[in-house]
């Protein structure tokens, strides 16, 4: 055992790890964010995404000591505050791109991180960047909406932002 | 399925990476580690330290030298695919890196560790064996095409670390690629890259079809297919039957060969 | 229901049904709020790891844990011998059988192992690791024996037993004539037939099976949190533990999907249950995935079909006949249910007066099966499916002429089928017809005659064609048809929910039972929004713990949307005759004279619109202000209903009729259209079309979820998924790099076309949604293949269709030419 930094949306947790766990489990078991989900734990599933310096990558994957000094973004950082939520998950609440919710924070972080690198995906650019999560409740349909649907909420909070400036 | 008890190590510089390796207890590399931790919880490989070279400085890095593109082994497929220098020095490989696995692994997965891992139905060290590429490593300078000797077998000894992959920075004047899958998250069953020189020489490499990847060399189509059919040597996984990687290798060399004669990217 | 509300056939009037809803569950699951089993972190848990057999059949010679007991962190270790000292064998329908069939399970292997992957000791240490660590370190000796890998070694002569006690490895063999089959296929102008077989597949959710026992020593009391999706199972836990039912507690966490494949997890319950009891800690166990694959009891039908149908010369079908054999694998857990759940539309949507089958349960060395979404019916669809395809290809006409010559008519409804099931409602003619147009069926019928003019070597188009039922609203009685058994059994499967209102007027509605992954809260709270009139926003929903909870099965078979809204709004409707004569007394009224109105949440007096008692007003009344109370009430608002199966009944003793089991019975025309690379046998689509009908809509979004999310379902299991074993019965898909679900990338989009044929048994005339894509998809699919190959004289009788098989029948064709 020894201690690790982790550095999780902005906060700064010290925790104590055999050098075998996972940053999935780090994140779950000793900094109490149980919203990284496991789904299987060698790689497929995309369930436990979260973001390290601000790209998806698979939690289960990741040893938490290499991820001393990154940083690192889970769902419970996505909205600004516990009382709003961020476009991707309003858009995917209001267009039904979750079932059992088990593939969604992987699957939010993911689209997350894909609007921000284009801000106006195709239904086939989104398919793409996003078939590393799988889903097995809703047959992708509803997610896809949910993605285009958070781009144009997005593209609207900015041109309000513009005007108020 | 948590990982067995390991020990890790993250050396500073490639000179302190290579005292680790040559340690008693025959540490395994840790690059991207989307073969490796897989592979560890699983069972099929029993090493109990790691080594993670994912941050040393000598194989980050993509930069143009003496007509070469030069990737650094460290480099994440995700920065391969956003870098210009490789969009047009090396169009290709971005196409065939869009392939492989999805974003949430190319973040980490690198040329590197892919090259190192050496699975026969891997579309990206064949890739980089029809761009003609170098492997550079701490020890000496390989073609990629003499890297792989078996399924998950290469000529690498213990302790040597590839450092960087070079390729040559020719004008092709024509490529194609393809492939068989499962699914879009599942290893590829059989495929097949080519490029078209502006000479107008042909290279083939055919993947999946064979424990090593299989490359042809030569002007002519029908030749080339028929150098590749004797060749062919194929092997069951879970993914396919030996038949049928056998019937259908030839067949996508075929598409990927008509691909990069009638294209010119 | 004793109810002066205006009840919904006369009005038509819907207040909350079939807006579209954010639903309540999104809230805590877009912000990593769920709390999955995996979650709970309980002071002092210990966590359980598995040693689980790597041989199929084998005798146990001696298990050695003494390394393991003494690794530092393992609290105690547990061997089928502990286990057999202090439980009895788990509850499975077997038992139930009159006599008993001798096929005992227990939670650990006790002689031998029956399966790989079958639990053969549990450790319960600090972390999962250590667990792990412990379990690399047993050792135990085996002393192979024979494996049975499948159906035909089962029944060969001299096979070796699985269960020593059951001889022949043979579960039951029955056989039933319903209608004279027999002289009507002897009779028949045309008979055709086809061989099937369908192999093992499972709902492979992304969340695994999990649960944790807290043992409370002093009230001998023990709670169980888990994400399995049936209150069966706990009510039949205490047995096997020697407990009371009513000391065992069952807590539903969120689920993160289940398809039928969390219907039944006993032995690791009973695991933790007795970790928890050794060492009074809360214990948990989660399995991973490469278990849930291999040893997780959740494997769906597997299966061989030799059926047949007999059609007059027209093309109108006579009879259906079919004899199936299926492999239970090494116990009979949920009994004949996969085999007799799919009878309630056993022929299908088509008006077919005779059916007779003969139905062999065999066992074999592999893991159990149990359920996966369809219980059955997506094997049978495509056994009928095939069948029809082939009558329509022997008999000249096109997959529409056969299906229009053959379908029920809307006026026969309510149908009584074969067996005795009722279909409740339906106008399949127009879901056919309006496929057939919405899908561009002809234009894409014209694509395929140019594309075979041209004769493309390298590909082919196909056009897929099936009109399936999707039978919902089990009741209880289907577990038991088949079955020779004690009277008194055929439980009705009822649904409760609890409505309470507190002083200030707000809802509150309590859940009885888990959920499956699909939003019961939000179905719930639209229920209380239709029948009250309060904005469903505004409800709260909970879930009873079992200890409270009254008669209620939980999500199976499609039964939830119906019985639960059955449930809430008889619980409503109670509240609001308890309001009544409260609103009487504040409006200085007669309680006749009043109605309910849910346009504004408050009763008025009948032609008195502007006099009004508000839910809040009545609300604060009711709870707690006994003195302003009319004579005769008592304080307190709320009301628990238990909804009874709208319209189950009684099989006939001597097996003629078997009684309502599924009577809800949706319907679904799928049109896929294919692609097929002749040269490679990829197969990727070019459309999907699905015409739907569930009656009534609750929630649009939630339902073409529903059809799209479990189309998606089918559609792998027609092309990719499969739990194959070889020859050793050894499994060959035991992770995800080898069980292939399907990607974004792997898919069509679906294109709906919705129809609402209400029910008119059920609440509002909802029926059920949740399984019928999976039951359409998978013979669709198979439909448009072989439409494609069809030039080649391709026949295709199994899923699923892999670019292997297509070349391979392909080659077989051209070498028969
Ligand atoms: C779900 C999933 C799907 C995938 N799909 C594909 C696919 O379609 N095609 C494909 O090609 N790959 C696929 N991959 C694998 C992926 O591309 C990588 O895992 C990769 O090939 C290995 O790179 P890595 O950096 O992760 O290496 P690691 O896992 O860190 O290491 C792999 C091996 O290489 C050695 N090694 C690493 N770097 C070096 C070095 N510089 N010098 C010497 N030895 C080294 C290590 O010792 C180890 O044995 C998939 C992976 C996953 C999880
Ligand atoms: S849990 Fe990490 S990819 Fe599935
Ligand atoms: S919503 Fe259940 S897995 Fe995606």
Redesign the pocket.
């Known amino acids: 055992m020894k201690p690790v930094k982790l550095e999780v949306n902005g906060i700064v947790h010290e925790v104590f790890l055999e050098d075998r766990t996972s940053l999935a489990d780090a994140l779950r078991d000793d900094c109490g964010l149980t919203g990284t989900r496991l789904g299987c734990e060698?790689?497929?599933c995309g369930a436990c995404t979260v973001l390290v310096n601000n790209r998806p990558e698979?939690s289960c994957?990741v040893l938490a000591t290499q991820a001393e000094g990154d940083t690192i973004g889970t769902i419970e950082g996505l909205a600004a505050s516990p009382t709003v939520l961020a476009p991707v998950q309003q858009a995917f609440r209001q267009a039904h791109g979750l079932q059992c919710g088990f593939c969604t924070s992987g699957m939010l972080l993911t689209a997350q991180s894909l609007l921000d690198h284009d801000p106006d995906p195709s239904p086939a650019v989104i398919r793409d960047w996003m078939h590393?999560n799988l889903c097995r409740c809703t047959g992708f349909d509803q997610i896809i909406e949910s993605v285009q649907l958070a781009a144009t909420l997005i593209k609207q909070d900015q041109a309000r932002e513009e005007e108020l400036s | 399925m948590k990982l067995p008890p390991l020990s890790y190590q993250r050396p500073t510089d490639l000179r302190e990476a290579s005292l680790m390796l040559g340690s008693e207890s025959m540490p395994?590399?840790?690059?991207?580690?989307?073969?490796?931790?897989?592979?560890l919880r699983f069972g099929e490989?029993s090493e109990s330290s790691l080594v993670d070279?994912?941050r040393l400085a000598e194989?980050q890095g993509i930069t143009h030298a003496d007509g070469f593109l030069r990737i650094g082994?460290?480099v994440?497929?995700w920065e391969v695919c956003g870098s210009p220098e490789v969009a047009t020095s090396a169009p290709l490989l971005i196409r065939v890196l869009g392939?492989?696995?999805?974003v949430g692994?190319?973040s980490?997965?690198?040329?590197?560790?892919?090259?190192?891992?050496?699975?026969s139905?891997?579309?990206?060290?064949s890739t980089l064996i029809v761009l003609n590429a170098q492997v550079e490593?701490t020890e000496r300078i390989l073609d990629a095409a003499d890297l792989q000797i078996g399924q998950?077998q290469?000529v690498?000894r213990r302790g040597?670390?590839?450092?960087s992959i070079q390729i040559p920075e020719v004008e092709l004047t024509g490529s194609g690629f393809h492939l068989i899958?499962k699914t879009h998250?599942?290893?590829?069953v059989v495929g097949a890259v080519a490029v078209r020189e502006p000479s107008g020489q042909l290279r083939l490499v055919v993947f999946g079809a064979a424990p090593t990847p299989i490359l042809a060399v030569g002007a002519d189509r029908a030749k080339l297919l028929s150098q590749l059919s004797s060749r062919i040597l194929p092997f069951d996984d879970e993914r396919a039957r030996a038949g049928y990687r056998g019937q259908v290798a030839p067949i996508l060399a075929g598409r990927a060969l008509d691909e990069a004669i009638g294209s010119n990217t | 229901m004793n109810s002066t509300i205006p009840s919904p056939r006369e009005t038509n009037t819907h207040h909350a049904f079939g807006q579209p809803r954010e639903t309540i569950e999104s809230a805590r699951h877009v912000r990593g709020g769920g709390k999955f089993v995996a979650d709970l972190q309980l002071p002092g848990m210990l966590h359980v790891a598995l040693l689980r057999s790597p041989k199929a059949h084998a005798r146990i010679v001696e298990i050695d844990v003494r390394q393991a007991r003494s690794l530092l962190g393992v609290h105690a270790i547990l061997t089928g011998a502990d286990v057999q000292k202090s439980t009895s064998s788990i509850y499975t329908m077997a038992q139930m059988h009159k006599p008993p069939l001798d096929i005992p399970l227990h939670a650990l292997a006790t002689d031998k192992v029956r399966h790989v992957g079958e639990p053969v000791v549990a450790v319960a240490a600090r972390t999962r690791a250590i667990a792990e660590d412990a379990v690399r370190l047993i050792r135990v000796k085996y002393e192979d024996l024979p494996p049975v890998a499948d159906a035909d070694a089962a029944l060969a002569s001299g096979a070796p037993l699985v269960h020593e006690n059951i001889a022949g490895n043979l579960i039951m063999h029955r056989q039933h004539d319903f209608g004279d089959a027999e002289s009507v296929f002897k009779n028949a102008d045309h008979v055709v037939r086809r061989k099937l077989r369908w192999p093992r597949q499972t709902g492979a959710a992304l969340e695994t099976f999990g649960c944790v026992a807290q043992w409370q020593p002093g009230v001998d009391e023990l709670t169980f949190w888990s994400n399995h999706q049936s209150n069966v199972l706990l009510w039949t836990l205490g047995p096997t533990l020697g407990l009371p039912p009513h000391r065992i507690k069952g807590i539903a966490c969120d689920i993160g999907g289940a398809f039928g494949a969390k219907f039944w997890q006993p032995r690791a319950m009973v695991i933790c249950a007795l970790f928890s009891r050794l060492t009074t800690r809360p214990v948990r166990y989660v399995e991973g995935r490469v278990e849930n694959l291999v040893g997780g009891d959740n494997h769906g039908e597997d299966r061989t079909y030799d059926a047949e149908l007999a059609l007059d010369s027209s093309g109108k079908m006579l009879g259906l006949r079919f004899s199936v054999v299926e492999d239970y694998g090494s116990a009979f857990i949920l009994g004949p249910i996969n085999n007799a759940e799919p009878l309630a539309q056993a022929t299908g949507p088509y008006d077919i007066a005779a059916f007779a089958f003969d139905f062999t349960a065999v066992l074999s060395n592999k893991v159990p099966q149990a359920a996966y979404r369809g219980f059955g019916g997506a094997a049978h669809n495509f056994m009928l499916e095939r069948l029809v395809d082939a009558a329509a290809v022997e008999l000249g006409l096109s997959a529409v002429a056969i299906r229009e010559l053959n379908l029920l008519q809307p006026e026969q409804f309510p149908y009584r089928t074969a067996t005795g099931n009722i279909y409740d409602s339906g106008d399949y003619p127009t879901a056919l017809h309006r496929a057939v147009k919405e899908s561009s069926y002809d234009l894409w019928r014209e694509r395929q005659a140019r594309a075979r003019e041209v004769k493309d070597p390298t590909r082919a188009i196909g056009i897929g064609l099936v009109s399936c039922q999707e039978r919902s609203v089990q009741s209880g009685t289907a577990l038991w048809l088949m079955f020779d058994q004690e009277p008194g059994r055929n439980t009705t499967a009822a649904e409760s929910a609890s409505v309470r209102i507190d002083s200030q007027g707000s809802v509150r509605v309590a859940l009885h039972s888990p959920s499956l992954g699909t939003p019961t809260e939000t179905i719930a709270a639209t229920v209380v929004a239709e029948e009250l009139g309060v904005p469903a926003d505004s409800v709260s929903v909970s879930r009873l713990d079992t200890s409270m909870a009254g008669p209620a099965m939980g999500p199976s078979a499609s039964r939830m949307t119906v019985m639960l809204s059955g449930a809430v709004a008889g619980a409503v409707r109670e509240v609001i005759e308890k309001m009544r004569p409260l609103a009487a007394h504040l409006l200085e009224a007669n309680p006749e004279d009043l109605m309910w109105d849910p346009s504004r949440a408050c009763f008025t007096i009948v032609g008195v619109p502007e006099s009004s008692a508000t839910l809040a007003a009545i609300a604060h009344l009711a709870n707690g202000h006994a003195l302003r109370l009319p004579a005769g009430c008592r304080s307190g608002l709320e009301s628990t209903y238990t909804y009874d199966h709208p319209m189950s009944s009684m099989p006939h003793a001597d097996g003629s009729d078997w009684g309502n089991y599924a009577p809800i019975v949706g319907h679904t025309v799928h049109v896929p259209v294919v692609e097929v690379d002749l040269q490679t046998g990829a197969v990727t689509f070019l459309d999907y079309f699905v015409m739907h009908d569930c009656g009534t809509v609750v929630n649009p979004d939630a339902v073409r979820g529903q059809v799209v999310g479990a189309t998606v379902q089918g559609i792998a299991t027609a092309l990719t998924e499969e739990l194959a074993f070889d020859e050793q019965a050894r499994p060959q898909n035991t992770d995800?790099?080898s069980y292939f679900l399907p990607t974004f990338l792997d898919v069509p989009a679906i294109r709906l076309g919705h129809m609402e044929t209400p029910s008119p048994f059920t609440y509002r005339g909802v029926k059920g949604i949740g399984e019928g894509g999976r039951m359409a998809a998978p013979a669709a699919v198979v439909s448009a293949i072989e439409d494609a190959l069809s030039p080649y004289g391709v026949r295709i009788n199994e899923v699923p269709v892999t670019p292997e098989k297509i070349l391979k029948w392909l080659g077989n064709a051209s070498a028969a030419q």
């Open positions: 060698h790689g497929v698979r994957l590393g | 395994a590399v840790l690059a991207g580690g989307q073969s490796i931790i897989p592979a490989r070279i994912s194989l082994a460290g994440p497929m392939s492989v696995g999805a692994i190319r980490r997965a690198t040329l590197g560790g892919s090259l190192a891992w050496a699975d139905t891997s579309q990206l060290p490593t998950h290469t690498l040597e670390l590839i450092v899958r998250i599942t290893w590829p | 995800f790099r």
